[in-house]
């Protein structure tokens, strides 16, 4: 059968052959000798030390340069079919091509791809039986949330092409050393955006994972929003990895302001003032520059490790170290799932990923796994 392999590929298939997650991998241009070899450069693109970084962009167009050379050729027209010009519910009846190799079939050089493609194209119906299926199979199941998961709640995202950070410098805003410089200016960006996420109310995403854990079925949820909402609908294990804004700390003096006493401050200032020192205050969420709060991220560490499935919804996985979670959790033996509209940098790696909504997926998914619990 590798006689039939187009003469350019002479090694494993992407996902066989990497000893790294490709999200870690920077592609350059690809040269004559690299695509001889099928290789890639596999020096890490940034290495953050606990720290969070912004805008590391890592998207899927780092393998563009060499993907046709790792892919098999299709020298007859319609010889081999490509799983992603074919619609959702057509993946699962795809024939098998020249080559006999089935979608998902053990390969040693085309199983990988066929693997990836196919998991990621799925109808809706099939992925929510299927997500029910890995959530009641693999326990325990801890939940990854980012911010696709409170756009629902009218709370814009960060990195989209429409988010924040589109419009406003984060570097600006958003780091530790722009509030030292000025924290009035900072506070110009937050106070809007704290009277926002305080309005904001929990959607059916938020409350379909409070469900799912009352049922037995989520055993915590890591979240890199700062909002509350988790909370608010009901989850009770929450790790914010990110910080939240349920409380503020004086950098003077050290004391520490409710969100309801913040909020009081900014009725009668643009930038709330330390009740003891006068000092403008600094919302508890991690700015650029900061590390994450040890506890909560050594939480987090550990819930992934321990989980026989992470499950992410609403998270791009770019911004290190929480990108680096579903490395915890398939490193320690367990699968991965992602409820995400549009790609992530770990599709290759997840069993399965479901492009849509998280407000219509997660609860089909709660009354899926209601429909199988036995009676009490």
Same mark, same amino acid.
């Given at each position: @059968? ?20 490709? &999200? ?17 450069? =596999? ?13 590391? =962009? ?5 393998? &563009? ?30 024939? #098998? ?28 119906? @099939? /992925? %929510? ?24 709640? /009218?709370?814009?995202?960060? *990195? ?19 509030? *030292? #410089? &000025?924290? =009035? ?7 809007? *955006? ?39 609908? /009901?989850? #009770? ?6 910080? !939240? ?10 004391? !520490?302001?409710?969100?309801? $006493? ?49 499950? %992410? ?5 770019? %911004? ?20 995400? #509209? ?10 399965? =990923?479901?492009? /849509? !909504? ?7 998914? %709660? ?8 009676? $009490?």
């Amino acid at each position: @059968m590798r006689a039939r392999i187009h003469a350019g590929v002479s090694r494993p298939a992407v996902r066989d052959g990497l000893s790294g997650p490709l &999200d870690r991998v920077m592609e350059p241009e690809a040269s004559t000798p690299q695509v001889a070899r099928g290789a890639v450069d =596999r020096e890490a693109v940034v290495e953050t030390h606990g720290r969070e970084v912004a805008n590391v =962009r890592l998207g899927r167009q780092r393998l &563009d340069s060499l993907g046709p050379q790792l892919r098999v050729a299709a020298p007859e027209a319609g010889e081999v079919v490509d799983p992603r010009d074919l619609e959702p519910d057509e993946v699962d009846g795809v024939v #098998r091509h020249a080559l006999r190799v089935g979608l998902g079939e053990a390969n040693p050089h085309l199983g990988g791809e066929a693997e990836v493609h196919a998991g990621t194209l799925r109808s809706s119906a @099939m /992925g %929510v039986e299927q997500l029910a299926d890995l959530i009641r199979r693999r326990q325990p199941c801890v939940v990854l949330t980012g911010a696709g998961v409170s756009t629902e709640s /009218g709370i814009p995202d960060f *990195r989209s092409p429409t988010g924040l950070w589109a419009h406003i410098d984060p570097m600006e805003y958003a780091s530790v050393e722009a509030f *030292r #410089r &000025d924290p =009035r200016k900072v506070w110009s960006f937050y106070k809007p *955006r704290v009277a926002m996420l305080t309005e904001a109310e929990p959607n059916p995403t938020h409350l379909a994972l409070a469900e799912l854990e009352r049922l037995g079925f989520v055993q915590a949820v890591v979240t890199q929003n700062i909002d509350l909402l988790h909370e608010r609908a /009901g989850s #009770r294990e929450v790790v914010e990895v990110h910080g !939240s804004i349920r409380t503020a700390t004086c950098p003077g003096c050290g004391d !520490s302001h409710s969100l309801a $006493a913040v909020l009081e401050l900014l009725e009668a200032a643009e930038a709330p003032a330390c009740n003891s020192c006068g000092e403008i205050l600094k919302p508890d969420v991690v700015f650029f520059g900061e590390l994450l709060p040890a506890a909560a991220i050594n939480r987090a560490q550990a819930l992934a490790r321990g989980a026989e499935l992470l499950l %992410v919804v609403g998270s791009v996985l770019e %911004v290190y170290p929480i990108a680096g979670l579903p490395h915890e959790t398939i490193g320690a033996g367990g699968e991965l799932a992602i409820v995400n #509209r549009g790609p992530t940098g770990f599709d290759a790696e997840a069993s399965l =990923r479901i492009d /849509g !909504s998280a407000g219509e997926i997660l609860p089909a998914v %709660v009354a899926a796994l209601r429909a199988t619990r036995p009676r $009490a």
